[in-house]
């Protein structure tokens, strides 16, 4: 797929959403083993760029129908050699 820790962080945080229900961030954070904040962002980024919806309660569900327009989003927040 793509490289660098934040596609890695977008793509670990998307696939835990593939039922489309709500999933708590602390839930995420604690099966990925990684900080709350960094699922955080990466909810709000998902949710951004319409991947998820992301609401005050922290809890965040991926979209329907989103897989290629992920993979395009996700593109972008690579950097290119210059």
Same mark, same amino acid.
């Given at each position: 797929?793509? &490289? &660098?820790?934040r596609?890695? !962080? %977008? @793509?670990y945080? @998307?696939?835990? %959403? =593939?039922? &489309?229900? @709500? /999933?708590? =961030? $602390?839930?995420?954070?604690?099966? !990925? ?5 960094? =699922?955080? @962002?990466?909810?709000? #980024?998902l949710? $951004? /760029? &319409? %991947? ?12 329907? $129908?989103?897989?290629?327009? #992920?993979? $395009? ?10």
């Amino acid at each position: 797929m793509f &490289g &660098g820790a934040r596609p890695m !962080l %977008l @793509w670990y945080v @998307w696939i835990r %959403l =593939v039922d &489309g229900t @709500w /999933h708590k =961030v $602390d839930e995420i954070a604690s099966q !990925l083993r990684i900080p709350r904040s960094a =699922v955080c @962002w990466a909810a709000k #980024f998902l949710s $951004d /760029h &319409g %991947l998820a919806e992301y609401d005050e309660e922290e809890e965040v569900r991926r979209l329907l $129908d989103s897989r290629s327009r #992920f993979e $395009d989003i996700v593109r972008s927040t690579i950097s290119t050699p210059r």
